[in-house]
């Protein structure tokens, strides 16, 4: 048999001769293409198959919910902590919403979601959309309900992703897989997608996303902020176990009850308080403080999302330091701030996602003026909610001192994730002493994390000895290879844990014994609710640090410590005092200065006349709207809009 070429060379024709529907090479030449086409279209009319294949595409774009359905639509809700998403159904509640939070991702919802999404998806897509498939199913299958009735009268309402990974893609996964798993229509709504508190201007709006909406989520999330760094702080030094959760299952369930009734949250807290303070502890066990950051949902997640994380940290003799909701939004307005100082010297407007464009009569200065305010007003009102409720001593990052410590290893422009927040906590912990060890987890695969803490901590490693960083992934198995990751660096955590311990009772002169006595003298420095001074990495060598003088001084020599740390300080201050003149007054002659303090004089004006709402309204309306919940880019397409129609 030869091959038919060209004068080129080029193969063109290959006789065929044993196919019963093609001729003999003497009877011509055969046009392979053109049987094996002719075939195809044989076999698909034999296989009934011959109508076109169309790619699936997302439609629902823009779900809406209007005031008719508001009665009988069920929001349902989930992905943040468990108390943050049990007191956002109260806090929803309260303003007449039927609202209905499933639980935490498990297992099966990881299983669910890998039946019916896209293969390599990253492992919070599997669990946060396989989870909801699940709950769907189970009200089809176990409550006996219809696709079409689930369809219309349930509605999950989530917010967006950070944009560089693929779980920023998961709300058209979320539809996809409903539509598979026989819920085609089913209304995800974002946040974003409703334009924000614009959104609330219509009559027919039956999801008012309008200031109201906006304070009862936040009250309700920087709840559960206090309510969990609470129960970490506590938890590893209860003497009855288990006594920790259940005081924590009480609190909760006050705040619900003030958050749904719309009664005085404060006070509440006041009450709450009553139940975490009477938690039997023993302050003295060393525990080894392990500081929790890495991507957002692996390291907020409480379930089998991350292998129960939190809670095996603790098995392993652990205190968890966990990173707060209340943080990512502190994070969010520097992010405001930052990127509109580094684009006011720009010729013409900038529609980027931070960007100077469309704000009109609102110059630069005004426009920072609003982000120090809101920092101020976040950062007083967490205040407010923790100390009512018995969180001392804890203090949100500063994230001017994150990015300053991070930006020789990160570039503070690069977004994505935790973005330079990650390596910058690592430096805090290691220089500030504020923990034993730094953990970062993440999902399998994760693009902006894994840059991170695989490639660059390895450098900060390197740069600080003595620093125990332990970078893991999850995948939703695999387990046993994660916990024996974790053990192996829990273990060297404990040693530097105990070894702090020895070296905190002989340097102040103390054994364990006295100061047993002490705390047995004084219960309130025994308290579950008691915080000591921070002066080393672990919870106990810092209560240590603070008894020790009441053990081994008398009352005169105390108070003359005291003075000499008093003078040492002033001492200090003094030496510093030339310099800080200097720079204050470079400062005060500047022009950026003078616009600063003009501009805040303004906003001020405007807040106690009583007319911030008037004329900073829409400002503060896109900007919290952005900063809070519009991680994704704006489509191209629609950066160009208001926000209103975006």
């Known amino acids: 048999m030869a091959m038919q070429t060209q004068g080129n060379g080029s ?235 259940e005081a924590v299952a009480r609190v909760k369930k006050i705040l619900y009850e003030a958050l749904y009734s719309r009664t005085n949250i404060f006070m509440a807290l006041y009450r709450a308080r009553k139940e975490l303070a009477a938690v039997k502890v023993d302050k003295l066990r060393v525990r080894a403080k392990v500081c929790i950051i890495g991507e957002f949902w692996a390291m907020t997640t409480e379930g089998d999302g991350n292998y129960h994380l939190q809670k095996f940290l603790e098995s392993e003799g652990a205190e968890d330091d966990i990173q707060l909701t209340t943080a990512w939004l502190l994070y969010n307005i520097w992010e405001v701030a930052r990127d509109t100082r580094e684009r006011r010297d720009l ?54 001192h994150v990015a300053e410590v991070a930006s020789g290893f990160y570039s503070n422009d690069l977004r994505g994730g935790e973005g330079h927040m990650e390596v910058g906590k690592l430096i805090v912990n290691v220089v500030g002493q504020k923990a034993h060890m730094t953990l970062s987890v993440k999902p399998f695969g994760c693009m902006p994390s894994s840059g991170v803490s695989d490639g660059v901590q390895s450098l900060i490693t390197s740069r600080f000895p003595g620093t125990i960083f332990c970078a893991v992934e999850t995948s939703g198995d695999g387990a046993t290879n994660f916990y024996s990751r974790v053990q192996m660096y829990m273990f060297k955590a404990r040693l530097a844990a105990e070894e702090e311990y020895r070296k905190t009772l002989a340097a102040n002169g103390v054994t364990e014994e006295q100061v047993r006595d002490f705390l047995a003298k004084h219960p309130k420095y025994a308290s579950a609710l008691h915080k000591a001074p921070h002066r080393a990495n672990g919870s106990t060598a810092d209560l240590v640090y603070e008894v020790a003088p009441y053990i081994t001084q008398t009352r005169a020599q105390r108070a003359l410590g005291s003075l000499k740390g008093a003078v040492a300080a002033a001492r200090k201050a003094a030496a510093t005092v030339p310099v800080a003149a200097r720079k204050a007054v470079e400062s005060a002659r500047s022009e950026e200065f003078r616009s600063q303090v003009r501009a805040d004089a303004e906003l001020l004006g405007e807040l106690v006349r009583g007319r911030v709402k008037e004329h900073y309204g829409p400002l503060v309306e896109r900007l919290a709207t952005r900063a809070m919940f519009d991680k994704d880019p704006l489509p191209a397409t629609s950066r160009s809009q208001p926000l209103a129609q975006a």
């Open 347 to 400: 010729r013409s407007a900038d529609s980027g996602q931070y960007g100077l464009d469309g704000f009109e009569g609102f110059d630069v200065s005004k426009r920072l003026a609003t982000m120090r305010l809101a920092e101020m007003g976040l950062r007083v009102g967490f205040q407010c909610f923790a100390l009512p409720l018995g969180l001392h001593g804890y203090t949100l990052p500063d994230m001017d």
């Open 11 to 245: 193969k063109v024709r290959l006789p065929v001769f044993d196919s019963p529907i093609v001729s003999r090479p003497e009877e011509g030449d055969v046009d392979v293409e053109a049987e094996l086409k002719a075939w195809e279209e044989a076999e698909r009319e034999r296989l009934g198959i011959r109508q076109e294949r169309r790619q699936w595409a997302d439609g629902m774009l823009k779900p809406a919910m209007t005031k008719s359905e508001k009665a009988r639509v069920t929001l349902l809700i989930s992905g943040l902590t468990a108390a943050q998403d049990f007191l956002v159904e109260g806090a929803l509640k309260g303003l007449g919403y039927n609202v209905h939070y499933f639980g935490v991702a498990d297992g099966a919802g990881l299983q669910t979601g890998k039946e019916f999404g896209n293969r390599g998806q990253c492992n919070p897509t599997y669990f946060t959309v396989g989870s909801l498939v699940k709950h769907l199913i189970d009200l089809r299958d176990i409550h006996g309900m219809s696709s079409e009735d689930i369809v219309k009268n349930y509605v999950f309402l989530t917010a967006g992703a950070c944009g560089p990974c693929r779980f920023g893609m998961y709300v058209t996964e979320y539809r996809k897989a409903l539509r598979d798993a026989g819920f085609d229509g089913f209304r995800v709504m974002l946040f974003q997608q409703q334009g924000g508190l614009s959104q609330a201007t219509g009559d027919d709006v039956g999801l008012e996303m309008n200031p109201e909406f906006f304070i009862a989520i936040i009250k309700a999330i920087v709840c559960g902020d206090v309510v969990n760094a609470l129960s970490y702080r506590i938890r590893p030094y209860e003497v009855v176990p288990g006594s920790t959760n």
